[in-house]
C-alpha cells in the first residue's frame, strides 16, 4: 500500500508588541514541528516583533484591525493546512507539547484538541485570571450543557474543517469561547491535552484586561445563549414575567372574590401586559428556534463538506 503523505501543518502566532518572546517563540515551534511553516500574524505592533520574528524563520503578515479575534479570523482565511496548531507569541505555552497535540488530533480524528493549563509558578497564572476561569467554565457548562476544562486557553490544534466552517464573529479575546462554543454546537468531536504554563519572559506583558475583557466574555456567553438557545433564553424570560404578573395578580383575584371589583386598574392593566409579553417571548423563542437551527444546519453541511483530519 503506498505510504499516506506527511499532513501539511501551519502553526498561527497572533503577535502584538512580542519582541523578548517573539523569537523564542518560533525558534521552540521550528524545532519541535521541523515539517510545519511558522505564520507570524502582526497586530499593529509598536517594536521589532516583526522583524524578530522574520529573523527566526517566520512567515510574517500585518493585521490592521486591532483584537485577537479579528487576527484569528484573518489567519484562518488566508492559511491552508490540514492540521492547524494555534499558540500565543508570548512563550508561555509549551512547544515541546504541540507533537502529541498534533498526534492526538490526528489519531482520534478530532476537530479540536485544547492544551489545558498547568502552571507552577503563581506568576504565570494570576489568581484572579485563575477564578475567572472557572467561574466561566461553570457557567457555559451550565448554559450549554458540556464545557472544556480550560475554556481561555490560547493553545489549540485543529483539523482544516474547524477551521473553514469557523464564521469569527469575536473581535477581541472572547475568540476562545466562541471556538468553544462553535465545537460544542456542532457536536464535533474534540479533545484535550495538559500542558505547562510559563511564565511570560522579561519584557513581555499581557494585554488582557481582567475587567474590561471579562465582561466582555460574559456578554459574548450571553449572546452565544440568546443566539444558540432561543427557546429557553426567550422562556426564562417570560417565566420570570408571568411569575411577577401573579405575585402582582393574587391581591387583585382575592380583592375581586371578596367585593366583585377590581379597584387597582393599573396593577391589573400592568399584570395583563406582563402576562402579553411573557406569550410573545415565548413565541419569540419558538420563532427564533426555528431560524437557529436552520443556521446549525447551514453550519452542519459546510463542515461535512470539508475532509476529515487524514488517520495518522
Known amino acids: ?12 502566532l497572533p503577535c502584538y508588541n512580542e519582541e523578548a518572546a517573539i523569537g523564542a517563540t518560533v525558534a521552540g515551534f521550528k524545532a519541535a514541528l521541523p515539517g510545519a511553516t511558522i505564520y507570524v500574524y502582526d497586530n499593529n505592533s509598536a517594536d521589532r516583533t516583526r522583524e524578530v520574528a522574520a529573523k527566526a524563520g517566520a512567515v510574517v503578515r500585518t493585521e490592521k484591525q486591532q483584537g485577537k479575534g479579528n487576527v484569528v479570523r484573518r489567519m484562518f482565511a488566508d492559511i491552508d493546512a490540514d492540521v492547524y496548531v494555534m499558540a ?5 505555552y509549551d512547544p515541546a507539547a504541540a507533537p502529541r497535540m498534533v498526534d492526538m488530533l490526528l489519531a482520534d480524528q478530532l476537530d479540536m484538541v485544547v492544551g489545558t493549563r498547568r502552571h507552577d509558578e503563581k506568576s504565570a497564572y494570576r ?13 457555559l457548562a451550565g448554559l450549554f ?10 493553545y489549540r490544534v485543529f483539523s482544516r474543517r474547524f477551521v473553514k466552517s469557523f464564521p469569527v464573529l469575536s473581535a477581541g479575546f472572547e475568540i476562545e469561547t466562541e471556538m ?19 511564565a511570560r519572559p ?19 456567553i450571553f449572546n452565544l445563549y440568546r443566539v444558540e438557545r432561543p427557546v429557553l433564553f426567550y422562556g426564562a424570560i417570560g417565566e420570570v414575567l408571568l411569575l411577577a404578573a401573579f405575585l402582582l395578580a393574587l391581591p387583585l383575584v382575592r380583592t375581586y372574590l371578596q367585593t366583585g371589583l ?33 443556521r446549525r444546519e447551514v453550519r452542519r453541511l459546510a463542515y461535512l463538506s470539508l475532509t476529515a483530519p487524514p488517520a495518522a
Open 180 to 198: 468553544s462554543v462553535h465545537a460544542l454546537e456542532l457536536r464535533m468531536p474534540v479533545g484535550e491535552f495538559e500542558t505547562a504554563y510559563a
Open 127 to 139: 489568581g484572579g485570571h485563575v477564578l475567572g476561569n472557572r467561574i466561566f467554565t461553570g457557567l
Open 262 to 294: 377590581v379597584p387597582r386598574f393599573p396593577t391589573a392593566i400592568l399584570v395583563t401586559g406582563m402576562v402579553i409579553v411573557a406569550v410573545l417571548c415565548l413565541f419569540a423563542g419558538l420563532i427564533l428556534d426555528t431560524v437557529t437551527r436552520g
Open 88 to 92: 500565543d507569541g508570548d512563550l508561555t
Open 1 to 12: 500500500m503506498p505510504k499516506t503523505a506527511s499532513p501539511k501543518i501551519a502553526v498561527l
Open 202 to 220: 522579561e519584557g513581555s506583558q499581557s494585554k488582557l484586561s481582567t475587567y474590561g475583557d471579562g465582561w466582555r466574555i460574559l456578554k459574548t
Open 145 to 154: 450543557g458540556r464545557s472544556f476544562s480550560d475554556i481561555f486557553s490560547g
